[in-house]
């Protein structure tokens, strides 16, 4: 990796216009959104997105939030189930954190206007796969990340410590002195722009777009990633990358989630012969761990070579599914599939990263002043597989921990930064061939299931793309292939690396879990390479 540059595009600190704030948030999901109103309490704060502030993985989450609201629930069984599906890699006192302060969180989301679905004047509560309670928040059916993200925005609006850029694109991150100091930032015209903060969080999201198929918006490329990876962060457990078992597979159709509380509601899996299969496969059928559930299609679609299996729900009143899952159900009914009397074709596609920019209880990365949360970070509660609907709990439950740990900074020294990076030769302009090769790279060879020939082919095929970052790109597409890149390269050496299958990690040539070797972090750092942390915070789970 050390073909990297540590800037993607050249800059001089001199000339460049400057803007000043306490706190910059980069990404506008209930990440970006809820530890910017927190962080607003007594700083002034910048949000960032690339995109609109609308856009982003968390309206399209569907299922909704996991957090212990029933009183025949308790904290310990959240702990319980997370560390089940984590498979082992779970940090212990990132899962406690979780599952403490989680309802907490969900009241901020209420008193902050979120309206989540009720049933006879009590929160309405549905039960997901590897969830052993019914403890799944969710809002207008299958619209939770969406009311969210409504609600959300209407309090940053409000708010008069909050500022908001959307259509800017955060380039990098900008160092002095092993200290995060702000970021690099370009407009819709290719204006460049230095803004400087004392603490920096990265709320950027995912990497679905690495993958051909995806759940995920054009908008998850891995940006926070690769910014922190150049800075000198580091990066952990990326290769335990999460492909949700049902999305949509139907001619002309995109890979449209269908949401995990389909099957906790009842929905059961057939492969194109009918017969129902996730028996054969674990003792929880279809609410199994994700991981289990998309191999076992995987496993199904293979044996009757298929490219997909079903998923029936016909058994259930065209009324309930009507009213539990509109959203799914309108969606499918644009392209012909009633989702109350038809089977619909579903394959896994990659949906969500457990690892990311590796931070502590409060947030912080290895960078002094830079901050990770949400998908792009690796707090440790994911483990090798994350429990559904505890993505948008751990959002929240970090963010207020972020913004607690920024209060406490001292600001930032008033030295001048001052340095410039060299401007390079303009790129040849292939981005959108560059970039689907890219995706079929990785779903080949680093997708559901993986093996060290195919690994190895695959690296050799991206580091083929090395040559892009020889240029001086300026282009946003550019910029999100060179971060695609960046973190394939990452995801793929930590996949070689891992010589077991341990969640959403499995290698054919080493398809057992192997606790005695691998009971340990793969950590990726610019200067030190590749580094292994053994799991210290044990549980008897």
């Known amino acids: 990796m050390e073909q990297l540059p540590r800037y993607l595009t050249g800059f001089d600190l001199n000339t460049l216009s400057r803007y000043e704030t306490d706190v910059i948030l980069v990404g506008a999901g209930i990440a970006g959104l809820f530890t910017a109103i927190k962080a607003a309490e007594h700083q002034r704060v910048l949000l960032i997105t690339k995109r609109s502030l609308t856009e982003s993985n968390t309206r399209y989450a569907q299922g909704g939030i996991a957090a212990v609201i029933s009183e025949e629930d308790s904290p310990m069984y959240h702990r319980q189930d997370t560390l089940i599906a ?57 619209a939770t990340g969406a009311e969210i993200v409504r609600a959300l925005l209407d309090t940053a609006h409000q708010h008069p410590n909050i500022e908001m850029w959307d259509d800017r694109y955060v380039i990098d991150l900008i160092t002095d002195q092993q200290e995060c100091v702000g970021v690099l930032v370009q407009d819709e015209q290719g204006h460049k722009q230095f803004v400087r903060a004392k603490a920096t969080v990265l709320c950027s999201g995912g990497a679905g777009q690495l993958y051909r198929y995806t759940t995920n918006p054009d908008v998850a490329t891995g940006d926070g990633i ?19 078992p049902t999305s949509l597979c139907y001619p002309g159709a995109p890979r449209f989630l269908i949401s995990e509380a389909v099957r906790g509601e009842g929905a059961v899996l057939r492969n194109i012969k009918g017969e129902r299969f996730m028996k054969s496969y674990h003792p929880q059928l279809e609410l199994a761990p994700r991981d289990v559930v998309a191999r076992a299609i995987v496993s199904e679609m293979e044996q009757t070579k298929s490219t997909f299996v079903y998923l029936d729900f016909t058994h259930e009143s065209e009324e309930l599914v009507k009213h539990r899952f509109p959203t799914i159900y309108q969606f499918c009914l644009r392209y012909g599939l009633d989702l109350a009397a038809d089977w619909i074709p579903v394959a896994p596609a990659a949906h969500y990263m457990m690892g990311g920019v590796r931070t502590d209880l409060n947030g912080e990365t290895s960078v002094k002043r830079l901050f990770a949360c949400g998908e792009v970070s690796s707090t440790g509660v994911h483990g090798a597989n994350r429990l559904a609907s505890n993505s948008l709990s751990e959002a929240i439950v970090f963010g207020r921990r972020i913004a607690e740990r920024i209060h406490e900074l001292e600001p930032v020294q008033a030295s001048h930064v001052s340095f410039s990076v060299e401007h390079l030769a303009p790129p040849i302009q292939a981005i959108v061939e560059k970039r689907l090769k890219l995706q079929k790279i990785m779903l080949r060879y680093v997708g559901l299931k993986r093996s060290l020939k195919g690994l190895q082919k695959g690296l050799t095929e991206l580091q083929r793309q090395l040559p892009f970052y020889q240029y001086a790109i300026s282009k946003r597409e550019e910029y999100e292939f060179a971060n695609m890149l960046t973190c394939s390269l ?36 610019r200067e030190k390479g590749m580094v292994e942390e053994r799991v210290n915070d044990v549980s008897s789970v």
């Open 490 to 525: 990452l995801i793929t050496n930590a996949a070689i690396h891992r010589e077991e299958s341990r969640g959403a990690h499995f290698r054919e040539d080493f398809p057992e879990k192997d606790d005695l070797m691998w009971r340990k972090h793969t950590i990726l750092n």
């Open 86 to 142: 984590g498979a082992g890699l779970c940090s212990v006192k990132a899962v406690d954190v979780l599952v403490h302060e989680g309802p907490a969180g969900v009241q901020d989301l209420i008193h902050m206007g979120t309206k989540f679905d009720e049933k006879d004047g009590m929160l309405a509560l549905t039960r997901e796969g590897a969830h052993s309670q019914r403890r799944i928040l969710h809002a207008h059916g299958d």
């Open 226 to 244: 690769a910014m922190a990876y150049r800075a000198g962060a580091d990066i952990r457990d990326v290769e335990f990358i999460q492909f949700h």
